[in-house]
């Protein structure tokens, strides 16, 4: 009877530490016209390709603490930096790290991934080239912040 409820609560709490990590993200209409960066900043792009594994977790990508965008499953989107050195996160049962540089007028492609966990799938991010971000996102829906 013990074991049950102790089950229960688990599994309950699981379920609460998944939704909880959802990147809280809306759907966008992709540009016509490639993406570029703003006049004094840097564009860093962000992205997930599609994977079983992890498939239906997300999370949200912060830069200095602050949340700019969320990645699930098949998206990506697009982030207006100044320049200077970004301490990117994502989060879930750990906390990654990326330090991305930025240079006014340079375009950037952060590749996020899950990998497995203990209680849940972990996040990393990668920075790729320009050719293989390029290439990744044309097969991904794009997304942003939900306001």
Known sequence: MKTTRIYRLL?????LSFL??????????APSKPDRPEAGKGLVIFYRERHFTGGGM????????????????????VYQAAPGDHHFTAA???TEEKVISVVAGKTYYV??????????G??????VTNDEGSSAIRKLRRVKLRE
């Open 11 to 15: 599994g309950a709490g699981l379920i």
């Open 20 to 29: 909880s990590s959802c990147a809280t993200v809306e759907r966008e209409a």
């Open 58 to 77: 997300g999370y949200d990508i912060k830069d200095n603490g602050k949340k700019i965008g969320g990645l699930s499953n098949g998206s990506y989107f």
């Open 92 to 94: 879930t049962e750990v």
């Open 111 to 120: 590749r996020g991934e899950v990998q497995v966990g203990i209680v849940m």
């Open 122 to 127: 972990r996040p990393h991010l990668t920075e």
